[in-house]
C-alpha cells in the first residue's frame, strides 16, 4: 500500500466536505437577508375587514357605470390631466387618482385631481412609473363613485376609460 504523505488542504474530498455545508449555511444566511430587508408587501394584514368591504366598492363601480362616466388621462412628466366625461354635470371639488402598483405597495401613489375647467382635471408630482401594468382608479371625494382600469402607463402615457 502507497502512503500519502501529502498535508489535509491539498485532498479535493476535504474541500468538497468543506463546501457543500458552507455554501448551504451562506446561502441561508442570504435567503434570510432578503427576507428582512424586502419584505412581502403582497399579504393584506387585515384580510376580513378588507374581504366585508368589497361590496362597498363594487357598488361604487356600478354607480360610475349607471352615471355613465368615462375618462381620458394624459400622464406626463411630472403631472396628471384628466378629461371626465359625463352626461350629468359631476359634483364639484376635486377628485381623487391613484396609482396601484401590482406587487410593491411602498410605490402605490395618490394625487389631488384639482379642477382647472369644464370637466378638467390636473393633478403634479407625479413620480416616475415603473414599467408595470398599474391600477389606475379615479374617485370622488364623497366616496360615492369609482372608475377602474389596468394599463402599462410606460407603454401607452394616454388611458382611456369609456363609460
Do not use: C
Not at 47 to 53: E, F, I, R, V
Not at 80 to 103: C, D, F, K, N, W
Amino acid at each position: 500500500m502507497k502512503e500519502d504523505n501529502k498535508p489535509w488542504y491539498k485532498h479535493p474530498y476535504v474541500w468538497l466536505m468543506i463546501g457543500l455545508p458552507a455554501s448551504a449555511v451562506i446561502a441561508g444566511i442570504t435567503t434570510v437577508f432578503i427576507a428582512a430587508h424586502e419584505p412581502d408587501s403582497l399579504v393584506v394584514d387585515n384580510y376580513y375587514k378588507d374581504g366585508l368591504a368589497i361590496n362597498e366598492v363594487i357598488e361604487k363601480d356600478r354607480k360610475a357605470v349607471e352615471m355613465g362616466l368615462g375618462a381620458r388621462l394624459e400622464f406626463g412628466n411630472s403631472g396628471v390631466r384628466l378629461y371626465m366625461q359625463s352626461p350629468e354635470p359631476i359634483a364639484e371639488g376635486p377628485l381623487t387618482l391613484r396609482l396601484v402598483h401590482p406587487t410593491r405597495a411602498e410605490q402605490d401613489q395618490e394625487l389631488v385631481l384639482v379642477p382647472f375647467g369644464d370637466n378638467y382635471y390636473e393633478a403634479s408630482g407625479l413620480e416616475s412609473l415603473a414599467a408595470v401594468t398599474w391600477e389606475v382608479q379615479i374617485a370622488d371625494n364623497q366616496g360615492q363613485w369609482r372608475m377602474v382600469k389596468k394599463q402599462r402607463l410606460v407603454d401607452n402615457p394616454i388611458l382611456e376609460i369609456t363609460p
